[in-house]
């Protein structure tokens, strides 16, 4: 019951209303009652005190002449008179000599009264004729009476017959049936409240309608558009049409989603922009990525061919060494053999050199193959270190092995654990000068699920030698990268040791880390699988649909994309290859898992791993996917489009030429402009500029991030030859540098995003342009002016020139000019006070040629919006090329 | 240095500088040897020479040395003549590819040349 009065406002209300209501409508019908019944009773009284008052005075007389029958008449009068009234007198002791009712007479009052206390009054009453006002009630048989009784007092009329003894001679009793006094009282009560509950209800009704209408639907139409706009629905909207509190709920409401839709808009349109720029760094980036990765490829496969023709004239410079210290060909003296010893010594260093570079190049080109076996852990180490013993011996120092007990085989190629733990014991003997060397051997922790048995072994080689600066751990395993190269020279080295090492080891699908302190030792620490699966090639490639979900998904585009058998570099692709990145040192390379894992993105995004604790080149798995799409899709089916459009509409409507490497810019000012114009897109800045001598485009839009060839330099070439040099260039960048677009040609510049309406009208504009053949030139150095109007006449113009701003106002006035020059430096109404006049209407279509000294502010810029032809800089030329400038900024304007 | 070589000994070598040098010092042992430059020049002198055994490398001009081993194999005469490839590919692989095209073993660039004739002495006295 509480909880549906909860529910709803108007219940609640509702309620409380009618418990109010009920209260004072019980409390009035309490007092009517109340008073009504003392009201009939005191009414009841007065007609019996009328009544005995006018019996009284009717028999008066008959009583005082003894005239018995008047008496009698006059009773029986009363009875037909009235009903229900009995009246009895009685002597003074209380029989009863006159009644309404014969059958009472000669009966003793009292006998015809039950009242006690009316007995004793009535006793009283004739004893001392004093009259009781108050009437006593009475029931006699279930019915009730009102009974009142007054006294008949001793005249001096009535001496006559009872002498004047008594004070009082007998009393009239009048006894009044009340029932149905009561009975009326009771329908009066039933009424009131019949009429009580039919209002209540009628006024709890109405006041339930109106609280209704006026609060709750309003309420929960306000509650309902809330949760409108909480799902997203920026459309919603409150009527409003009280001026009272709802009404000003309503009004903040409407208030408030207008702002957060704006708010949001914006938002939208900042986020837009970003992603745009986003995604044109990104193409960039990708670029650069692609192009380093085959300028990597290329350099292992010419590392591996360079160290094969390395090793021969190596065979021949070894060999004869070795020929001359043996002395096969004759003795050599003492000083000669140090030489060639010398020789031997550097040949053997260069050697190991080469070995490195062609093991660290194999790995890198993903062409070394591992032998896996079951490889007996203690023996393996025990062989390689048993080779540093000579060397350990020398140098005094102490070897100590030990080996858990719970590991005693790993898989792995056998001679690649050696060829580690030989780079690793190595660096461990150079780096230590005295102290030991400890290589433990244990169980890894690695990867282990809770309750499922260890993956990997972890071997330890620890050394209590010079150490490892922090800053240099992080490049401790990159090629080449012997720490400080003063250490060369005291420890030899190719600096290629570790980088291999680490090579092998993630072959083995391991990891290999370090930790050191400075002075204390160094401790390198590296996995090997101790299970077969670790390291077997999945049989097969996930189902591609499984696949292409997952890729659908990841990328937001349709399943079919990649449903559609898609290819890379003119191969088909399988799931592995998507992954494949060509970086050993990935430690995604492999199981299932770890493919889905890295086409959902965490790792092809350049996350690094903390389960991965050496520094790992990342996989580009996502942008090969990324380009795959943006090739076999948007590029497709734009270029397609495009054909398609330009045989059918290329002579209907003007054509605009769009370049802009990301497809998805040039789709927006397809859709811009599509209405109107034919807009042809161009992906690649290279071949922009013959295609625009060919298709010859009424108007370009040009992005200015691109790769390869970026917008500048289309600019430049664009405006260099005189076949495209007219065609009017509009950038459209996320690069907000407009002195430079300006500087170079461009008839306008927008910053992206751009609205529609924007494009269009400065389009149209450029459009209108017309020939040039007078100009207008404002200019405060009268010398300045006249040195350019000269050469403008020269070229055949029709020249003005005003020295202010009023002047140029002026001169405006008189006639407009095809082309203003204006100078922004001027002194007294300087050149911004014209460009406010500029905006009447007369001239507000006249292109624009601005002179300034500095550097055109971002307001100025905005100002003269879409009307800017050039922008000179005064000072920054000679005066030739100054005029050079112009008349070609002129000229250009003109020929269109 | 043990010395005592006896035998013939074919050396196919297109660098003239790596086959003088194996060269030299097998003649030094006392070995007898003949020299090819290149794989068909290999296969004349073995036909001519009959070697005791054929210090071959891999990559040569014209034929390459799997290519001669195999062809030595088909013929009768060469079916027990030790083949020892010599090869400056240390690539995986490499040891199978001369296994199967017929090598006896396998030297791996740039040779020691102390422990040449001994090795040449052990495949020797294997066959």
Redesign the interface.
Known sequence: MISFIRKRLGRTILTVLAVSVAIVMGTEIYVRLFQGTTDRIAMMTRFGNELAATTYAGIKHPMSVGDASAIKKQLLDIREATEDVEVFICDFDQTIVYATHEDKLQTRMQDSINNREAVQTLTGLLQTGEQSQKPFEEEVAGKRYLVTMHPIMNHPDCFHCHGASRKVLGGMIIKMNSAQTYSAMAAGTKRSILISLLGIGAIVTLIYAMLVRLVSRPIEVLADQANRFADGDMSVSVDVRTDDEIGMLGRSFNYMVTRISSFSRELETEVARRTLMLREKTLLLERANRELRELDSLKSSFLANMS?EL??????I???T??LI?G?DGPVNEEQGKSLRKIAHNADHL?QLI?DI?DMS?IEAG???L?IKSLDIRKTVEQVASTFQPAITRKGLTITLSFDDDVSHVYADEEKVKQILLNLISNAVKFTAEGGIVIQAGLSSRGVIPGESPLFAQLCIEDTGVGIKEEDIEKLFDKFSQLDMSTIRQYEGTGLGLSIARGLVVLHKGVIWVSSAIGKGSRFCFTLPIKKELLEKPATPIIEERMAEGLAAFFKKPVELFLSSPTYAGKPIQCWEYVHCGQTSCPAYGSPESRCWLMHGTHCKGIKIAAYPEKVDFCKGCEIIERLMLESAEFRTLETQDQAQATEAIARKKTVMAIDDNPEAIEIIRKYLGEEYHVVGLFRGESAVDMAQEIKPAVITLDIMMPEKDGWQVLQELKSRPETQDIPVIIISIVDEKQTGFSLGAADYLVKPVEKQVLLRKIKNIEKKSPVNSVLIVDGEPDSTSLIADALKKSGYQVTAACNGEEAIKAVRDSVPDLIILDLTMSEVNGFDVIDYMKSEQIRTVPLIVLTQKDLNEVVIRQLNGRIRGVLQKGRLSQEAFLEELRHNIDTWSAG | MRSGGTGKVLVVEDNQDSRELVVKVLTNKGYTVIEAVDGEDALKKASEERPALILMDISLPKLDGYEVTRRLKTMEDFRDVPVIALTAHAMKGDREKALAAGCGGYISKPINIRELPEQVRRFMEET
């Open positions: 094969h090793r021969t004239p190596m065979n021949s070894i060999g004869y070795d020929l043996d096969v050697l070995n062609l194999k062409r070394v193959e032998d």
